[in-house]
């Protein structure tokens, strides 16, 4: 909720900003201003379509693989005993 309202000012200055009017040499005196909200802006536009990217969730895997790649065949998780060798 705390993001919305961020992005939600961010636009509404840059609103505010390009309603003074961009005549002449007013322009360089705001271009500032202008950056910076709009800059603000689409770094907010980023990361929220970074969030909304990533929040999908993946497909499970057939394995696991550790950080470095390497594989691990699954574990059965039977309720057998595992076999044992007699000492005969």
């Known amino acids: 909720a705390m993001f919305a309202l961020a992005m939600a000012a961010n636009a509404l200055y840059l609103a505010s900003v390009l309603s003074a009017g961009l005549d002449g040499p007013r322009v360089g005196r705001v271009l500032p201003w202008l950056a910076d909200a709009g ?16 929040r999908r969730p993946r497909p499970a895997r057939a394995h ?11 574990v059965s998780r039977s309720t057998e005993e595992p076999h044992r060798r007699s000492r005969s």
């Open 64 to 74: 696991q693989e550790d950080d470095y790649g390497s594989y691990y065949p699954p």
């Open 39 to 54: 800059g603000c802006l689409l770094a907010d536009a980023l990361i929220l379509g970074h969030f909304l990217c990533r």
